[in-house]
């Protein structure tokens, strides 16, 4: 059976699967289901999305490229307040996100 965009069946155990269209059926099945039609509407929107997503910038906040003095020396002051343990590493980091810019 000929389908309209080159069926992908793959088999897994006793079933037959289409990732292209969705559907599955039993590997001996004399009539195998017909594949749905490509929505060309549909196709485009999602190749639109993907392309869009593509644009967006992976982060929201970008670093600074040099640390300025007074932000370094209040990131020791919190992480030496806490007594240089983990506590005082996240509450240094925090600091650094609250004066990086949004």
């Known amino acids: 059976m000929k389908r309209p965009h080159e069926c992908q069946a793959r088999q897994y155990g006793d079933q ?3 990732a292209a269209c969705g559907l599955n059926w039993d590997t001996n099945d004399p009539d195998p289901p017909q594949c749905r ?3 060309k ?3 485009r929107a999602k190749e639109v999305a993907k392309f869009e997503a593509d644009l967006k ?3 929201s906040r970008k670093f ?3 640390l300025p ?3 370094a020396a209040e990131m020791v002051t919190a992480y030496q307040a806490r007594g240089g343990s983990l506590a005082g590493m996240r509450a240094a980091y925090r600091l650094l996100l ?3 810019e949004p």
């Open 57 to 59: 910038p992976k982060t």
């Open 41 to 43: 509407r549909t196709k």
């Open 16 to 18: 037959m699967i289409c």
């Open 69 to 71: 003095a007074d932000v």
């Open 37 to 39: 039609p490509v929505d």
């Open 64 to 66: 600074p490229l040099e």
């Open 98 to 100: 609250d004066r990086i």
